[in-house]
């Protein structure tokens, strides 16, 4: 079985999506069936459609998660000390060259990446330029408008 790396504060928010899913999801849904069956014919009754649709998803993501959860290797990343090279976990400023522009990144988990919140997918094309390298160190990314290139000016464990 293959291991999938998460944040320890990725972790966290698949146990608590998974404890909302388990708790109130769950519950709200068998109600809302328990009301469309109340009603009648199930042949022509969309609520009851709905209903079940919805069971379905939430069902087959608890198991997402479950199985998720089981495979993690959870990495803290305050915990690292990879002699400031650029790991999984890792926070890092880089400031394109081109432009002069700063941007800070966390390498984290699929689940957990979020671009909004200056979280990139361990293998995005940047992700992978940037693992093993230190500050310093210049990265080249294959971007859709062409090869950018990033100096890392500082890697953080937090």
Not at 12 to 31: D, G, I, N, P, S
Request: glycine share 10%; aromatic share 4%; net charge negative.
């Amino acid at each position: 079985m293959t291991t999938i790396p998460l944040t320890k504060r990725g972790a966290e928010a698949l146990k608590a999506e998974l404890h909302r899913l388990k708790t109130v999801e769950r519950h709200a849904v068998v109600q809302a069936i328990a009301e469309a069956r109340a009603q009648g014919d199930l042949s022509e009754n969309a609520e009851y459609d709905a209903a079940k649709d919805k069971q379905g998803f939430i069902e087959g993501r608890i198991l997402e998660i479950e199985g998720k959860l089981a495979a993690a290797q959870i990495i803290d990343p305050s915990s690292l000390d990879a002699g400031g090279r650029v790991v999984f976990g890792a926070t890092v400023d880089l400031e394109e060259e081109a432009s002069g522009t700063e941007v800070t990144y966390q390498i984290t988990g699929d689940d957990e990446a979020d671009i909004k919140l200056g979280r990139i997918s361990v293998g995005s094309p940047i992700a992978r330029a940037l693992i093993g390298k230190e500050a310093g160190d210049v990265a080249e990314v294959q971007a859709p408008g062409g090869i950018k290139r990033y100096e890392i000016v500082e890697v953080r464990y937090e």
